[in-house]
């Protein structure tokens, strides 16, 4: 049904900038809301950054990340990137991409991306 696909992850040191792309393909139809998560071994996955399709679109990010991190997405598309300034150690965990329909069928439903790792050095 649904695609998502990750790429960006990698190791850095402190202080330092990633930017983690995604796309999603298949039945998408209507308004989504797509975003970055992010799970570190043994916590739950929380949220990183979310933007809404259309326009104009609405960001929310974690107040952690605020300030450091931004979300983006070209409209009309299902893509989405997450630029990272000023990492930090805390920042290190697998991120995930994520999709959720806002209307049809699959309204609510959570797609998945496979995870990609973020690993920021002191």
């Known amino acids: 049904q649904v695609q998502v696909d990750e790429s960006g992850g990698g190791s850095i040191q402190a202080g330092g900038s990633l930017t983690l792309s995604c796309s999603a393909s298949?039945?998408?139809?209507?308004?989504?809301?797509m975003g970055w998560y992010r799970q570190t071994s043994g916590e739950e996955r929380v949220l990183v950054a979310t933007?809404?399709?259309?326009?104009?679109?609405?960001?929310n990010y974690a107040d952690s990340v605020k300030g450091r991190f931004t979300i983006s997405r070209p409209r009309g598309q299902n893509v989405v990137y997450l630029q990272m300034n000023g990492l930090k150690p805390e920042d290190t965990a697998v991120y995930y991409c994520?999709?959720?329909?806002?209307?049809?069928?699959?309204?609510?439903?959570?797609?998945w991306g496979q995870g990609t790792q973020v690993t920021v050095s002191s």
């Open positions: 298949g039945d998408l139809f209507g308004p989504n809301v």
């Open positions: 994520n999709l959720r329909p806002m209307g049809g069928s699959l309204r609510g439903h959570d797609f």
């Open positions: 933007v809404t399709s259309g326009g104009p679109a609405t960001t």
